[in-house]
Nanobody, 128 residues
Framework: QVQLVESGGGLVQPGDSLRLSCAAS????????IGWFRQAPGKEREGVSC????????YYADSVKGRFTISRDNAKNTVYLQMNSLQPEDTAVYYC?????????????????????WGQGTQVTVSS
């Protein structure tokens, strides 16, 4: 059974850091692009970051560029999202997605298809 599990979210103050993890089971992430999305209440889902499977090229939304870093540990079958200098506007549920239909892009960051896999999400709240 294919499963993606996000973890690492929490309540932090502005300027703090968090590292989110997306751990896969049931399939190997090595060759797939992995994307991170976030969705805040009342807002559309936003592509935040993406990492390609082969060359490991990384992509970021303008809103997080310079603050967030995506990386992957193929040995652990896990992708990470290091989030620094968090701001209240980063508050959202963060999801990872993986599968043969996930692709990284310069403009829209990440796209996916209905057959791709999603985790259950992890809540990130940035508040003073």
């Amino acid at each position: 059974q294919v499963q993606l599990v996000e973890s690492g979210g929490g309540l932090v103050q502005p300027g703090d850091s968090l590292r989110l993890s997306c751990a896969a089971s049931g399939f190997t992430l090595d060759y797939y692009a992995i994307g991170w999305f976030r969705q805040a209440p009342g807002k559309e889902r936003e592509g935040v970051s993406c990492i390609m499977g082969s060359a490991g090229s990384t992509y970021y939304a303008d809103s997080v560029k310079g603050r967030f870093t995506i990386s992957r540990d193929n040995a652990k079958n896990t992708v990470y999202l290091q989030m620094n200098s968090l701001q209240p506007e980063d508050t959202a549920v963060y999801y990872c997605t993986a599968g043969s239909g996930v692709w990284c892009h310069t403009k829209v960051v990440v796209t996916y298809t209905p057959s791709d896999y999603w985790g259950q999400g992890t809540q990130v709240t940035v508040s003073s």
